[in-house]
């Protein structure tokens, strides 16, 4: 039974296989899900869901099935990114590329990929700079859906999830940090003494600086809190 509180944007997500590989060409699986209901994407964009995740997608969308874009990517056995232990230099990048939180590890500490939860889609290989990050087939003979289940799926998105929600609140609470410095720094020049023409001169600059650096702050809150561009149903 189809949940009628549901997008299109919702359903066509809920087909993808949540890798957040972004080789679909969008940043993660909901932005491509959205695009194809906007019409501004074909359904033949997903590499890791393959043959059958078009199938779907076209199922739902009353469409023909169609080949899998070879421009973003074939499909294939399932990977899971493998870190060389004594390669590793703990810079954290890999750390910071994996969309599904699949890496544990800390700042100049080994690095290591959890199996279970990688989800194959290469994000941390590009960043290493030592190269001490490989791909390795986890499912012989068996590629898109075939390699790949309902649930997996189902978690990854969870993580990821979780994971954007978790750097957007460490974002805000880093800005209301730094405006708090900025206001108190404010304050600082305001209480100032400029006794000569030149000390009155650099404390306007300094005064112009900090609130130049308020308003740009302010700005870019305002930008983020603006609501997206509704998706068509």
């Known amino acids: 039974m189809v949940d009628s509180a549901k997008t299109l944007a919702d359903r066509i997500e ?23 209901a906007e019409g501004t994407a074909a359904h033949n964009q997903c590499p890791p869901g393959g043959a059958e995740g078009i199938a779907r997608i076209a199922a739902l969308l009353g469409k023909p099935v169609i080949p899998l874009n070879t421009v973003n990517g074939v499909e294939r056995e399932r990977p899971v990114a493998v870190i060389d232990e004594n390669a590793c230099i703990g810079c954290t990048l890999c750390i910071q590329a994996c969309p599904v939180d699949a890496i544990v590890g800390a700042a100049k500490q080994m690095h290591t990929v959890i199996p279970s939860l990688c989800t194959g889609c290469d994000l941390c290989v590009p960043p290493c700079p030592v190269d001490c990050i490989d791909m390795h087939t986890m499912t012989p003979g068996r590629t898109g859906w075939a390699a790949w289940s309902q649930a997996e799926a189902d978690a990854a998105r969870i993580r990821h999830d979780a994971r954007t929600l978790r750097l957007q609140r460490e974002k805000q609470e880093n800005d209301a940090r730094l405006a708090a410095k900025a206001l108190a720094k404010l304050a600082e020049v305001d209480a100032s003494t400029a006794q000569t023409e030149t000390e009155r001169v650099e404390k306007e600059r300094k005064r112009a600086i900090i609130q130049a650096a308020i308003e740009r702050a302010r700005q870019q809150k305002d930008n983020a809190a603006s609501p997206p561009e509704s998706t068509k149903p």
């Open 14 to 36: 809920d087909l993808l296989p949540q890798t957040q590989c972004t080789k679909c060409g969008y940043p993660a699986c909901r932005p491509y899900a959205e695009a194809i």
